[in-house]
């Protein structure tokens, strides 16, 4: 069994930060690709960044250059860096990892049950 777990979302201000975390735990052999998406009331959730186990990232244009994507291999860890906060970054935030699993190695995309960044407009 798999599990991602996220954390660090909250109300901030305009202009403020918030650090998201996202934990991979479980019957885990190796993680590949992992990453953000956020999802806005009314709206289709999108990707907002990715990174590899090699650390390559890429972001979607409305965030580069506010926000920071990372990762610590040896914990399973992924965390968002989000900074000068603006109201179109309210959404739920998911992390998402590629994962391969015990015993038999398969490969599924697995994906937290997200967490709220509110920055009032």
């Known amino acids: 069994q798999v599990q991602l777990v996220e954390s660090g979302g909250g109300l901030v201000q305009p202009g403020g930060s918030l650090r998201l975390s996202c934990g991979a735990s479980?019957?885990?052999?190796?993680?590949?690709?992992m990453g953000w998406y956020r999802q806005a009331p009314g709206k289709e959730r999108e990707l907002v960044a990715a990174i590899t186990n090699g650390g390559s990232t890429m972001y979607v244009d409305s965030v580069k250059g506010r926000f920071t994507i990372s990762r610590d291999n040896a914990k399973n860890m992924v965390y968002l860096e989000t900074n000068s906060l603006k109201s179109e970054d309210t959404a739920v935030y998911y992390c998402?990892?590629?994962?391969?699993?015990?015993?038999?190695?398969?490969?599924?995309?697995?994906w937290g049950r997200g967490t709220q960044v509110t920055v009032p407009s």
């Open positions: 479980g019957s885990i052999a190796s993680i590949n690709g």
């Open positions: 998402y990892a590629r994962i391969k699993s015990l015993p038999f190695g398969r490969v599924d995309v697995y």
